[in-house]
């Protein structure tokens, strides 16, 4: 089995900042693109971050200057840093992986997984 669990989540004030962490477990194989999504109430996901494997890092316009992405490749965690929080930045913040691993010793490629998600609440 493959589970993504973010954290680092909470309240924040408006001009602060967060650090998010998202620990992917499980028999990976490989990770070919780690990214970051948030979707606030009433709003479809966005994808805000987003690391692939050959190094190429890709920011949504609403947080560009503000995030930075990154992964530690021997412990298979990625993190999200965000600058300057506005109150428009609520939302809950998902993670998601595109990797291959084995599950019940069965080789599985390139599949997609999600984190549960955590809330990020940007106010005075």
């Known amino acids: 089995q493959v589970h993504l669990v973010e954290s680092g989540g909470g309240l924040v004030q408006p001009g602060g900042s967060l650090r998010l962490s998202c620990v992917v477990s499980?028999?990976?194989?490989?990770?070919?693109?780690m990214g970051w999504y948030r979707q606030a109430p009433g709003k479809q996901r966005e994808l805000i971050a987003a690391k692939f494997s050959g190094g190429t890092t890709n920011y949504a316009d609403s947080v560009t200057g503000r995030a930075t992405i990154w992964r530690d490749n021997a412990k298979n965690i990625m993190y999200l840093q965000m600058n300057s929080l506005k109150p428009e930045d609520t939302a809950v913040y998902y993670c998601?992986?595109?990797?291959?691993?084995?599950?019940?010793?069965?080789?599985?490629?390139?599949?997609?997984?999600w984190g549960q998600g955590t809330q990020v609440t940007v106010s005075s």
């Open positions: 499980g028999s990976i194989s490989s990770i070919s693109a």
């Open positions: 998601k992986a595109d990797l291959s691993s084995y599950i019940s010793g069965t080789y599985v490629p390139n599949q997609g997984y």
